[in-house]
């Protein structure tokens, strides 16, 4: 059997930092992971650098509206 490989996840810079994050991320060839913090063993989004660039350019923070 063969182990599933580890990710070295990550959360936002602007994550609270109280339990309440809920979106973490991974990068990986040749793109991104994303999964829900507070549910790690559950399954994950693949997407690739080109829509993860979309994403995040789409992004505000609500003070910033």
Do not use: I, N
Request: hydrophobic share 35%; glycine share 10%.
């Amino acid at each position: 059997m063969t182990k599933a490989p580890t990710h070295e996840w990550f959360k936002s810079s602007y994550s609270g930092g109280s339990g309440t994050e809920c979106v973490e991320a991974a990068f990986v060839q040749p793109g991104v992971l994303v999964r829900d913090s507070k549910a790690p063993e559950r399954p994950y989004l693949v997407m690739s650098a080109g829509p993860w660039g979309s994403f995040l350019a789409g992004v505000q923070r609500p003070e910033d509206f």
